[in-house]
């Protein structure tokens, strides 16, 4: 006899949970709890304002409010809905876009300054291609009252500049390249070697105004050794080439630092492979180790007159002040941009009309900018040129 088999109902299995999306937040959420912690900030701001009689919204409280209010609100959310670690993790990273954020917010000020206060100046007719010459207190006057475009140029302190750092380039990039050569491929931990890096080390943190000094001294006195020899004529050591020696004194370090690192880069089975061939050391470096590290060493002199050209101190003591443009390196005053720009800042050609002078100084610290930003990109492109192509089958 059979028995009646007895039915038995299982349940349904319980529904699996997406595991890509398990434990994670909307994409939006940080955008959300931003603009909310503005709004907070601001309600902050504007009550704390008006509680301490402040007659405008508090501007520097609400940006100081917003981190303040928004890191905490993102812990808390992360650590309630998510876990401790991922918290934490973005507490971390949260912190990390501040401190960029931080680090911008000068950079971006400065670029914004510059542009909207020296872009009418850059702008006037004549600006790039006159000088200073015939400009006076009572022309600057005239165009105040008048409301016409600022007279007055910065053609020769755009020529002292490219011609003084020109030559200081011509200075230092043999001096530090050839210093270089010797530290990584002959020298052997000598004491002579230890010596060179020593000095490039004290020389990399020394004061501008001390390479002025310094170069105005050395100038000065092989004139004046030279003059009584009877080798030439007494002159005035201020002048172009002095101050293309001290920037020379700056440029060195930052070249033989650049170019030791982009040598020592360089692998040493390239120079074994070509010791094996019978060819020479010299012809080796010349031929395989410079070719190769050229990338880096074209960057690093690009960056070393880039920031050369922006000095001040050293340009003061040695080559001076002069309104009009001179081309000769070694007879004469030269003005570069940024002596021109402190000229026109303290000493005014107008004490009772100083708006011209501000605004030809605002507008030659915009050209100084795009010169120092053209000379980064050009780094940069010739580093891209330069580069190692890799070639394969």
């Known amino acids: 006899m059979s028995t009646p088999t007895q039915e038995t109902t299982t349940p349904p299995p319980p529904k699996a949970q997406n595991s890509l999306t398990q434990g994670t937040l909307p994409r939006w959420t940080w955008a959300a709890m931003l603009a909310g912690s503005v709004a907070v900030a601001a309600a ?14 508090l501007m520097p409280l609400w940006v100081v409010l917003v981190p303040v209010i928004y890191l905490p609100a993102m812990l808390i959310l992360q650590w309630v809905r998510i876990n401790k670690r991922k918290a934490i993790d973005g507490f971390w990273k949260n912190l990390v876009y501040l401190a960029f954020l931080i680090a911008l917010l000068p950079l971006v000020s400065v670029i914004w300054s510059v542009v909207s206060v020296g872009l009418p100046g850059l702008l006037a007719p004549g600006f790039l291609a006159s000088d200073m010459s015939g400009i006076t207190g009572r022309i600057d006057q005239e165009t105040m009252e008048t409301g016409g475009d600022v007279l007055g140029g910065i053609r020769h302190a755009i020529i002292g500049s490219l011609v003084i750092t020109l030559a200081a380039t011509v200075i230092s990039v043999p001096i530090g390249l050839l210093t270089s050569i010797y530290l990584v491929e002959y020298s052997r931990g000598s004491w002579l070697s230890r010596a060179i890096t020593f000095f490039v ?14 170069a105005a001294a050395a100038t000065a006195w092989f004139i004046s050794t030279a003059s009584s020899l009877g080798l030439m004529a007494a002159r005035p050591y201020t002048m172009g080439l002095t101050a293309a020696i001290a920037l020379s004194v700056l440029m060195i370090p930052v070249v033989v630092r650049t170019t ?21 050391k010299w012809r080796t470096i010349l031929k395989v180790v410079i070719p190769t590290a050229i990338s880096g060493i074209a960057s690093g002199v690009t960056l070393s007159i880039a920031r050369v050209i922006g000095e001040t101190a050293p340009i003061l003591v040695t080559a001076g002040f002069v309104v009009n443009a001179n081309w000769n390196l070694v007879s004469g005053w030269m003005a570069t941009l940024p002596v021109y720009i402190y000229r026109q800042f303290q000493n005014p050609i107008a004490p009772a009309a100083t708006e011209p002078s501000e605004q030809r100084a605002w507008a030659a610290a915009l050209v100084l900018i795009i010169i120092v930003m053209l000379l980064n990109l050009a780094a940069r492109i010739i580093a891209q040129v330069f580069a190692p192509k890799k070639t394969g089958r």
């Open 260 to 280: 030791e690192e982009m040598l020592r880069v360089v692998p040493n089975e390239l120079r074994e492979a070509s010791y094996a061939l019978g060819v020479r």
């Open 44 to 57: 902050l701001a504007a009550a704390l304002g008006a509680a301490f009689g402040a007659e405008s919204f």
């Open 201 to 214: 080390d004290v020389m990399t943190g020394i004061p501008s105004i001390v390479a002025g000094l310094f």
